[in-house]
């Protein structure tokens, strides 16, 4: 697997059958929609949560996610608004295993570490 200068990764090269390749920006978005997905987590930082993506676009899910790749090891950095009354510990392991899956079933890259960083706590809003 190899980088250039785009921030792509060559996933597949096959003389017979081309190649494959994947933008950082799409691991990013693998692991933010994995993210969100778990239950006790509000939102990206940033307030970016799986109805705003419908009104501005999917590209935008990936703030608050880094993606790093280095030989065809993933390591992927959170930031994380979580639900009051939900453990920190738990909604974090759920997250990590998440992503880490979502990220290696659908790339083929290998995930290392997910980072979470807790950016904040939202509350229940009430009516």
């Known amino acids: ?7 792509t990764y060559t996933i597949q090269s096959d003389a017979s059958l081309g190649e494959v390749k994947i933008a950082d920006e799409v691991v990013a978005i693998i692991a933010a929609l994995a993210a969100t997905e778990v239950e006790g987590v509000a939102s990206m930082a940033g307030n970016i ?4 993506i419908g009104k501005l676009g999917i590209k935008n899910l990936s703030k608050g996610v880094k993606v790093d790749v280095l030989e065809g090891v993933v390591t992927v950095s959170l930031a994380l608004n ?9 909604v974090s392991a759920k997250v990590q295993e998440k992503v880490k899956n979502a990220v290696e079933n659908m790339t083929g890259l290998e995930v290392a570490d997910v980072n979470i960083k807790v950016a904040g706590v939202e509350m229940e809003k009430q009516d």
Not at 1 to 7: I, S, V, Y
Not at 49 to 52: G, L, M, S
Not at 82 to 90: A, G
């Open 82 to 90: 979580l639900k009051y009354d939900y453990s920190i510990m738990e």
């Open 1 to 7: 697997m190899a980088k250039d200068e785009r921030n």
């Open 49 to 52: 949560t799986n109805e705003v």
